[in-house]
């Protein structure tokens, strides 16, 4: 279930909006909140004290009329890979799991790649700034070598970022946004539609047209697959990584986080990567 990008005006009704579709989709309130706080700083101002969970509070306080007993809700359109056989890009790949990733990774993802190993084979600048968080909105800007707790954190932007701290969109300092983000680094892949055991053949497939880099499991479900994408192949890249059940929100926002190898979840759980070709880098 993927929230939108909060519009220009309207954040307020864009919140509640937000959190109906997360009450629809069976989500607890607490996940509505944490889902529309992690867009604070990507909007036209900051979101004000309180104001997240008032919406969600209200949203979720509302009851829906009944629908007519003839209703019939209409069924979500599901990815299907025969439905993109016929495109100009090659036929799906079956059969993939996630083992066959493990397997095929050029370097081994065992106890020996440690997590400063994966950092500084994706960014090996020494004074390059990263923008790394304890979770959405708890989060710093610093060279590689200042973090101490990396394993404890969950996020990173897949960019260098280009200062410390930047302007949000309502003139707010902060160390997570546009205005601070460097170019883009890596095209990731967060697969939201497809059911998790699809993954790897999606990510198999994509691989065929560009150069996957790393592979990592987020810690829940799904896998997160990072590719190195040369800027002129962008936009192709995207059409073909949605298509097959990407989530458009990091096509959108280059600035936003993703998963953090080796990090920790939320839950507990360890990132762990799968696959791993840092020769991919140029």
């Known amino acids: 279930m993927n929230i939108d990008l909060p519009p220009h005006d309207g954040i307020n009704l864009w919140m509640m909006s937000s959190a109906r579709k997360c009450q629809l989709a069976g989500l607890p309130a607490w996940e509505a909140e944490q889902r529309i706080m992690a867009f604070d700083g990507s909007a036209r101002r ?6 997240v969970k008032r919406a969600v509070e209200k949203a979720y306080a509302t009851t829906l009329a009944p629908r007519p007993s003839d209703y019939k809700q209409p069924e979500k359109p599901k990815w299907k890979p025969e439905t993109t056989r016929q495109t100009k890009y090659r036929p799906s790949v ?19 790649l ?5 950092m500084r084979e994706l960014f090996p600048d020494p004074q390059g700034l990263l923008c790394v968080g304890m979770s959405a909105y708890q989060f710093a800007t610093a060279r590689l070598a200042r973090f101490k707790n990396l394993p404890k954190c969950q996020f990173v932007v897949p960019c260098y970022m280009t200062k410390t701290t930047g302007q949000t969109q309502d003139g707010k300092e902060s160390q997570h946004c546009l205005d601070n983000c460097g170019p883009r680094r890596f095209c990731v892949c ?9 993954h790897p053949s999606i990510i ?5 047209m560009f150069d996957l880099v790393m592979v990592i499991s987020s810690g829940g479900k799904s896998l997160h697959a990072w590719f190195w994408v040369q800027e002129d192949e962008e936009e192709d890249f995207w059409k073909l990584a949605i298509s097959r059940g990407a989530d458009p ?19 507990g759980k360890i ?4 696959y791993f070709d840092p020769s991919k880098i140029q």
Request: glycine content about 6%.
């Open 46 to 51: 900051r979101f004000k004290p309180g104001e």
């Open 94 to 112: 079956q059969g993939i799991s996630q083992a066959d990733l493990w397997e095929a990774s050029p370097w081994r993802c065992d106890d020996g």
């Open 114 to 118: 440690t997590q400063d190993i994966i």
């Open 190 to 198: 967060d697969f939201d539609e497809p059911k998790s055991d699809d």
């Open 204 to 208: 198999w497939q994509i691989k065929r």
């Open 249 to 267: 929100a990091l096509m959108r926002n280059r600035s936003s986080f993703v998963r953090l190898p080796l990090g920790t979840r939320d839950n």
């Open 271 to 274: 990132q762990y990567p799968v």
